[in-house]
């Protein structure tokens, strides 16, 4: 039951009230800032002396008045959507009228009449846009985009200095726009992982910017925007203050065990206490995690640099023990570009230095997908300090795991499903970070968590809509919270699930509970891709395209279809539902894309990817 609205001021009538009420009900931060925005451009552009604001203006209205900022997002993780979403919280306490839009739901035909526009947009992968800005990206790069001398923009890229194309959307969309015609305010930000090094002061030159352009021509009376309802009371648990929640639970899924590859297939099912969190989330959301490095692999960085532990270390009004910065506060599993450079300056060794050109990116990329920093370290000894150190470490991050069960179903708790990473490297043991501290932990342990809204990635409303799954390995968590969902609300549209792993015997991951939804009618087909069990390789791509006409016939009668893991196996069943609705629909590549192009537009394809 939704909570009862505080009284709306006059001068609105109780049924109009009550409509407005239905209308907002539901509503996510982005919808209530839209249709904000909407009604202030009512106020500005219909408003007439002596009479009433006229009822003719429509949503799809172009903005009216230079004075209205748009904001942008393009989210993967939420990072981009939380400081757009602080972008405009604080243009608004500046005075200015702003709208706030995910760039899935951002009308592209009103580019054209934009006058002030923000940009804050992630790349993931090898230079892919966010899932939510697909659309937005391809029609800015496109032919069919407007010129745009009357703009004036700025934009924010999020990525991962890591990769070779280090936030290549958001230059992509700063130099198109320039290209187009349009005037950058300022230059494009590129924030690293360590976020708020960037974004803090682009965020605070932006919003100065925007009252510099709001300032000389502002009307002698500009609207006030009264909010529809009150702002949604923030979380007392979220990114910055997490739930330490109780473990209850953790089993193996698969029946591999013991010093594997990164790419192995030792996974575990966590199951975790949110009682007295006041935590919800809905599936196709993600559980944020807050871990720790293991404590044998701290040692062993503070053994190679020879530097006591207990060292009181300061940093921006902070002061720990060295230790704790390197087990809670600083990354050791994931090298960064930063670090490597910082490391080169300091040893002076021109073979790592020389990795750093641009020409050099994809061996950078393979280094960085083979070491650690303590393989670093200890490859390429050098000095370094404890205080040096700390500066240099990238700051720890937060992991995101989709999340495996229906609140629905199982109360106040929230399940993971999670590939355990622990191998030998050069007769060492690694370890991935969030996967072991989650391991280590015992029953009754306390975790810092909190819920990474994922609005990109849901159910259909309508429950008598059937949908497809594709989720190989771990990426089948969701759908173990999809199904458990539909079985709950009785959901009557049925359910398809692809699933995939290399080994039937030790990798079908909940088994007995897929048997289980398939006898009490919860799960309608499954078919399997068991990729190492015969000569050749099978995927869940191959049995997509071998049951193309069947799931042709599905989308055509209005199913939804959503895919979850890794980036490469996202690309590879984009692929093949090319070729199914091409095959089966009769179409060319070209009008294959523009259906799927469709489904995406209308939120039925949607791709949780990592």
Known sequence: ???????????????????????????????????????????????RPGGPAAATASPAAPPAASSTLTVLYGSQTGNARRLAEKLAAQAESAGIAVRLLRADAYPTREL???????????????????????????????RRAPKLPALKFAVLGLGDSSYPQFCEIGRVLDERLAELGATRLFARGDADLDIDTVATPWLQQAVEEARALAAPGAPAHSATVTPLRPHPVAPAHDRDRPFHAELLAGHALSASSGLRSPQGRDVRHFEISLEGSGLRYEPGDALGLWPENPPL??????????????????????????REW???????????????????????????????????????????????????????????????????LRPMTPRLYSIASSQKQVGDEVHLTVAHVEYAFEERTRWGTASSFLSRAAEGDRLPVYIEPN????????ASRDIIMVGPGTGVAPF????????????????????????????????????????DGHLHRIDLAFSRDQAHKVYVQQRIR?????????????????????????????????????????????????????????????????
């Not at 079985?487 to 088994?511: C, I, K, M």
């Not at 090319?578 to 039925?604: I, K, P, T």
């Open 1 to 47: 039951m939704s909570a009862t609205p505080a009284p709306l001021p006059a001068p609105l009538t109780d049924a109009q009230a009550g409509l407005l009420t239905q209308l907002t009900d539901g509503l996510d931060g982005a919808g209530l800032w839209w249709l904000s925005g909407y009604a202030a451009g009512l106020a500005r552009g219909q408003a």
């Open 297 to 322: 692999l701290v040692d062993e960085v503070l053994a190679t640099l020879a530097l006591d532990g207990e060292a009181p270390v300061s940093l921006s009004g902070e002061e720990r023990p060295l």
């Open 326 to 392: 390197l087990s809670t506060r600083r990354e050791l599993t994931r090298l960064s570009r930063p670090f490597l450079a910082a490391h080169v300056e300091r040893g002076g060794e021109a073979s790592l230095g020389a990795l750093l050109e641009p020409e050099r990116r994809e061996e950078l990329a393979q280094l960085f997908d083979r070491l650690q920093v303590v393989d670093l370290l200890q490859r390429h000894p050098t000095r370094w300090d404890a205080g040096s150190l700390v500066a240099a």
């Open 112 to 142: 054209k009449d934009e006058r002030q526009l923000y940009i804050v947009i992630s790349t993931q992968g090898e230079g892919d846009p966010p899932d939510d800005a697909l659309g937005l990206v391809e029609f800015i790069r496109g």
């Open 480 to 519: 173990r919270a999809f199904v458990q969902e539909r079985a709950e609300v009785g959901a009557s549209g049925r359910n398809w699930l692809f699933f995939g792993n290399p080994h039937f015997r030790t990798d079908f991951l909940y088994q007995l509970e897929w048997q289980r939804a398939i006898r």
């Open 455 to 462: 609005e990109r990635f849901r159910l259909p409303a309508d």
């Open 546 to 610: 071998e049951q193309g006409r069947a799931l042709y016939d599905w989308l055509e009668n209005g199913a939804h279809f959503y895919v979850c893991g890794a980036i490469g196996m996202g690309k590879d069943v984009h692929a093949a539902l090319l070729d199914v609705v091409a095959e089966h629909g009769g179409r060319s590549r070209e009008d294959a894309e523009a259906y799927l192009a469709h489904l995406q537009q209308q939120g039925r394809y949607a791709r949780d990817t990592y």
